[in-house]
């Protein structure tokens, strides 16, 4: 019951400074994740390997640009799921100038209680958002269980580098330099000033895969990206027991 107050404030903040840095996100993300994160996905979408007709639900979507890369790489049905109609709103716009209307269903939702039925989709992802969730134990809960057995749960997400001298000027950048450029190039410090605690409360990349493999996962992998900046998570439901 404790959990719930403490996690609604944290719902509410967050939820307060997606809506607001919705117009300028994308740039952001650039300079977040000093343009790699076109890459960092790109090297996810090769590990999941979807195949035609796969279907998917993409958490914590913001502008859908991973939503818009599943649907264009497997012509199956997309999910996004955001709980900022503002982000969406965006996201919108995109899949409309692709003309992937057909393929692809945004809905504003919670990513702690999915509105879908058990084995529903072949994949279940969520880029760069289980930081911001009030417990990313029932987010993965979630994930897996609205997943087919046999079904992937993918989480591409920031990390913690871990060998110096790298850590250092990464941990110096993230916490004095980045809420600079937030303000800079959002005209929001607080914000941005925000992201770098997110992370710290974060599990490093071995805890992770813990969480996952507590949570019923199996087969986990993780692979860290750009020297530990960020890291890809995938773990499988399994298929017995049905």
């Not at 999910?79 to 269903?105: A, H, P, Y």
């Not at 990464?170 to 330099?177: A, G, I, L, P, T």
């Not at 992770?208 to 087969?219: Q, S, Y």
């Amino acid at each position: 019951m404790n959990n719930d107050s403490v996690s609604k404030p944290k719902e509410q903040f967050v939820h307060s400074v997606f809506e607001s840095i919705a117009p300028k996100y994308d740039i952001m993300n650039d300079i977040l994740s000093f343009r790699r994160h076109k890459a960092w996905r790109k090297f996810t979408m090769a590990k999941m390997n979807m195949s035609q007709g796969d279907n998917a639900i993409d958490l914590c979507c913001g502008t859908c640009d991973w939503t818009i890369s599943m649907a264009e790489t497997s012509g199956g049905h997309i999910t996004g799921l955001d709980f900022s109609e503002n982000m969406l709103e965006i996201g919108r716009r995109k899949i409309s100038d692709r003309n992937l209307g057909n393929n692809i269903t945004t809905i504003q939702g919670n990513a702690m209680e999915l509105p879908f039925e058990d084995n529903t989709f072949n994949y279940a992802t969520i880029g760069f958002g289980l930081r911001n969730v009030p417990d990313l134990h029932q987010v993965l809960r979630e994930m897996k269980r609205v997943v087919k057995p046999g079904g992937m749960v993918v989480c591409l997400e920031l990390s913690k580098p871990t060998w110096q001298p790298f850590k250092g000027l990464y941990y110096f950048y993230f916490q004095k330099v980045l809420p600079k450029l937030g303000k800079l190039f959002a005209k929001r410090y607080e914000q941005y000033k925000w992201l770098p605690d997110s992370l710290a409360q974060f599990p490093g990349r071995e805890e992770l895969v813990r969480i996952f493999a507590d949570t019923g996962l199996e087969k986990v992998q993780a692979y860290p990206l750009t020297g530990g900046i960020a890291a890809l998570h995938i773990g499988i439901k399994e298929t017995h027991n049905v």
